[in-house]
C-alpha cells in the first residue's frame, strides 16, 4: 500500500537553531511532493512542492525541502526557527501513476519553537 | 477577499439531525473537494468534484451528500448525524487537473455533534 510517513509526532526547537521534519514515502513511481502548514483554528497553506529538477526546493516563509530519491525522502527544513513556525505541519505525495491525482498524506507532526 | 470561504465556522447538533456545510471559492479553480481531519488530526480526502463532476468517492457513507451547483460551489450535507462525524470539515480548491497543482483551504467547520 503507498503511504506517507512522518515519524515525529512532535518536533521541539529553540528559536533561532536549524529545525528538520521529516517525511519519507512509499509510492509506485515517481511522485510530485509537497508540504502543507496549518495554523491553529487555521486551513492547511501550500509551502512548497518538488515536481522535477533541483533536489533543493525553496517555498514559503524561509523553508525549503530536500528530496532524496534513493531515501524516498522530502525532509522540510529552516535553517533558523521561529517562535511563529510553531504549527501542524504535513507532508503530501501524489503518485504520478494515479490518473485521480489523489494526494496521500502524512499525519502531521507538530512543530514547537520556544522562544 | 477570503479564496476559498465555508460556512459556518462552528456547527454543534444533536444526534440524528442533518445538516449543511456550504463552501465557495472566487479563485476560478475547475476543482474542489471536501476533507474531514479528525481529532488526532489526521486528514481524509471525503469527495472531489471537477466541473461539477464527481471523481473521487472515498469510503464516506452515504449519509454525506456532496452537491455542486456551479464550479464555484461544493456543499456538504450530512443526514442523520452520529457522534462519530464530530471533526472538522475542510473545504479546498485547485486549478487543472495536472497533478502538481497545490490545494486552497478554507478555514474549516468544527462540528461537534451531542
Known amino acids: 500500500a503507498q503511504s506517507v510517513a512522518q515519524p515525529e509526532d512532535q518536533v521541539n526547537v529553540a528559536e533561532g537553531n536549524p529545525l528538520t521534519v521529516k517525511c519519507t514515502y512509499s509510492?509506485?513511481?515517481?511522485?510530485?511532493l509537497f508540504w502543507y502548514v496549518q495554523y491553529p483554528n487555521r486551513g492547511l497553506q501550500f509551502l512548497l512542492k518538488?515536481?522535477?529538477?533541483d533536489n533543493l526546493v525553496k517555498g514559503s516563509y524561509g523553508f525549503e525541502a530536500e528530496f532524496n530519491k534513493s531515501q524516498t525522502s522530502f525532509h522540510l527544513k529552516k535553517p533558523s526557527a521561529l517562535v511563529s513556525d510553531s504549527a501542524l505541519y504535513f507532508c503530501?505525495?501524489?503518485?504520478?501513476?494515479?490518473?485521480?491525482?489523489?494526494?496521500?498524506w502524512g499525519a502531521g507532526t507538530k512543530l514547537i519553537i520556544k522562544p | 477577499d477570503t479564496a476559498v470561504s465555508q460556512t459556518p465556522k462552528y456547527l454543534v447538533t444533536q444526534m440524528g439531525n442533518d445538516k449543511s456545510i456550504k463552501c465557495e471559492q472566487n479563485?476560478?479553480?475547475?476543482?474542489m473537494y471536501w476533507y474531514k481531519q479528525d481529532s488526532k488530526k489526521f486528514l481524509k480526502i471525503m469527495f472531489s468534484?471537477?466541473?461539477?463532476?464527481?471523481?473521487i468517492n472515498e469510503t464516506v457513507p452515504n449519509r454525506f451528500s456532496p452537491k455542486s451547483p456551479d464550479k464555484a460551489h461544493l456543499n456538504l450535507h450530512i443526514n442523520s448525524l452520529e457522534l462519530g462525524d464530530s471533526a472538522v470539515y475542510f473545504c479546498?480548491?485547485?486549478?487543472?487537473?495536472?497533478?502538481?497543482?497545490?490545494?486552497?483551504f478554507g478555514s474549516g467547520t468544527q462540528l461537534s455533534v451531542l
Open positions: 479563485l476560478g479553480h475547475d476543482t
Open positions: 503530501a505525495v501524489r503518485p504520478l501513476l494515479d490518473s485521480n491525482y489523489q494526494l496521500i
Open positions: 509510492v509506485s513511481g515517481n511522485p510530485y
Open positions: 479546498a480548491s485547485s486549478q487543472e487537473r495536472q497533478g502538481n497543482e497545490k490545494l486552497f
Open positions: 518538488y515536481i522535477t529538477g
Open positions: 468534484y471537477n466541473n461539477k463532476e464527481l471523481i
